[in-house]
């Protein structure tokens, strides 16, 4: 069954704590991505990686940090630097098609402070 | 830079009524241009897609959208709304040359809401 597989789907952070959320795809796809999606403000981008062993910040990376190294994995680190964790978190792969690159999505972690 | 912008957070409808959800983009070049649709705590799933082909694309679940340069717009459309479309949708572009590496750039979002 293939496809991106996003765990957990709730996760509970307690002040000063890092967590880690995953995400394993086997679409066999070289591009992931990570988003964070806040109500009302669409979502934007953490991190995102072209190739294993190498990432690239996106537009709100501070506070979180993320490894590849393995093409079917990419998990994000939520750090105790990142004040407002709070938000649903979503992964992406990436494949080129004729004519633009279509990005499939995980089903989300909905990260809460406790 | 290029920025997509959808207006209107929240569009209500009835059953049986035209969806409009209207999307503008900004950018020099017309980029490549999407719509998802996103159901409660799921992620989000490809309606339809744009790449310069043709300006009417149709996409699943009786959804079209139109590009038209002109006025810098995408904006998705059904005929007939069924309660089951009552979702939050999303309209993504990225630019369609240059080493964008398949970023997308997504605007704010419009939860559709749907009368019996």
């Known amino acids: 069954d293939g496809g991106i597989t996003q765990s957990p789907k709730y996760l509970f952070r307690k002040e000063g704590q890092n967590v880690t959320l995953s995400c394993e795809q086997n679409?066999?796809?070289?591009?992931m991505y990570w988003y964070r999606q806040d109500p009302g403000q669409g979502l934007r981008l953490i991190y995102y990686?072209?190739?294993?062993?190498?990432?690239q910040k996106g537009d709100i990376a501070e506070g979180y940090s993320v490894s590849r190294e393995k093409k079917e994995s990419f998990p994000l680190t939520v750090t105790s630097a990142q004040k407002n964790p709070t938000a649903f978190y979503l992964c992406a792969t990436n494949t080129p098609t004729r004519g633009g690159n279509i990005q499939y999505f995980g089903a989300g972690t909905r990260l809460s402070v406790l | 830079a290029q920025s997509v912008t959808q207006l209107g957070s929240h569009v209500s409808v009835s059953e049986g009524a035209l969806v409009l959800l209207r999307c503008n983009y900004s950018s020099s070049v017309p980029p490549y241009l999407f719509w998802y649709v996103q159901y409660p705590n799921q992620g989000l799933q490809l309606l339809l897609k744009y790449t310069s082909a043709a300006t009417l694309v149709k996409g699943i679940n009786g959804f079209e959208a139109e590009f038209k340069k002109s006025e810098t717009s995408f904006h998705l459309t059904k005929p007939s709304a069924h309660m089951s479309d009552a979702a939050e949708y999303f309209c993504a572009g990225t630019p369609s040359g240059g080493t964008s590496y398949g970023k997308l750039t997504f605007g704010q979002g419009t939860i559709l809401t749907v009368h019996p």
């Open positions: 990686s072209q190739i294993v062993n190498d990432f």
């Open positions: 679409l066999n796809h070289d591009a």
